[in-house]
């Protein structure tokens, strides 16, 4: 039977989040919602746990799989997924009640392919919660646009998991997610496809999605540092493929590439330096320099790391240089 909204919980190993995770969603005031939460071969507690809320409730859909990855189950739960609109939360997450009744009645009003918007990071080792709500640095459209109206959504963070997506919309286009090791940064390629081929996007700022930053097991951590490199190759070849040629759109990738170059100098091991600067000195040498120097959304920072990039030397000294910051708590490019 079909619903109004397919929700998506990738589950490794949470056994201490899990509860919270799926509490939140059964407890949503929108009910006709079915619970897709995808075991991708978990080895604590998370299973049993799943299992006792599926006795509970008979919209949770339980599948085991063997441990595949962040994009694999994903993929598990949109393959399976009856809904008219589908989300992702992710299970060391919560969501607030109303987010998917008032996120599906924006879809709705305004035939939507995807309804995003602001969420709370929050850290429970000291009980601080940041609502990031982009409308303060940057101008949102009012009502649905394309990405041609936003491009700054490139640059952001790819919060996928604060959104409802149209079904037939990610099915019509073929998007799923890249089957990584791990985690693998497999929200940024699909985070990518899903703003570019969108015909009807709709922002709004009212957060409901909370963002827990102190997992130590979090996707957000790096564990291979190629991961954030090949897929800034898949969304290139994707960009090619489909002629996408916006000036603006390509500053704000540049920028979101500065950062992953931020990230991975930041936290890097001496044997792994050599990979780093061949891949760092690949991605800058695909950049267009006249993008780089003349559009008004890339700032000196990016420019001066776009510039250190290019060399080995020079790669080695913005290492240390953001190390340093690092250890001294300066935030990076401020």
């Known amino acids: 039977m079909n619903c109004k909204i397919s929700v998506i919980v990738p589950v490794y190993n949470v056994e201490n989040y899990i509860s919270q995770c799926i509490e939140s969603i059964i407890n949503q005031t929108l009910k006709d919602i079915e619970i ?7 080895t604590d507690l998370s299973k049993e746990i799943l299992e006792k809320f599926q006795k509970e409730d008979e919209r949770i859909i339980i599948v085991n799989k063997c441990n595949g990855g962040y994009g694999s189950s994903c993929n598990a739960g949109l393959n399976l997924a009856k809904g008219e609109y589908v989300c992702i939360v992710e299970s060391d997450d919560y969501i607030d009640k109303n987010m998917l009744q008032d996120l599906y009645n924006i879809a709705k009003k ?8 602001a969420y709370y990071e929050f850290k429970d080792d000291n009980n601080t919660v940041t609502k990031i709500n982009w409308s303060q640095e940057y101008k949102m459209p009012v009502g649905v646009f394309e990405i041609s109206d936003c491009t700054q959504l490139v640059y952001f963070h790819p919060s996928i998991w604060s959104c ?23 929200d940024n ?24 930053l102190t997992n130590p097991a979090s996707s957000s951590n790096i564990v291979n540092i190629k991961n954030p490199f090949d897929r800034s190759d898949e969304v290139h070849e994707f960009l090619d493929k489909n002629k996408i040629s916006d000036k603006n759109l390509y500053a704000h990738l540049y920028k979101r590439e500065m950062s992953y170059i931020d990230i991975v100098l930041g936290g890097i091991s001496p044997e792994l330096f050599d990979i780093a600067c061949e891949k760092i000195n690949q991605m800058v040498k695909r950049m267009n320099k006249e993008i780089l120097y003349n559009n008004k959304f890339v700032n000196d920072y990016e420019k001066s790391v776009y510039e250190s990039c290019l060399s080995k030397t020079g790669i080695s000294k913005l290492m240390q240089r953001i190390q340093e910051q690092k250890r001294n708590h300066v935030v990076v490019g401020a």
């Open 36 to 42: 897709i939460c995808i075991n991708d071969g978990s």
């Open 110 to 117: 305004n035939d939507t392919d995807i309804v995003k918007s």
């Open 164 to 186: 409802i997506y149209k079904k037939s919309f990610l099915d019509r286009n073929n998007i799923r997610f890249v089957e990584a090791k791990g985690a693998g940064w497999a």
């Open 189 to 212: 390629p699909f985070q990518i496809q899903t703003l570019c081929l969108a015909k009807r996007i709709f922002y709004t700022d009212n957060a409901y999605y909370y963002y827990r």
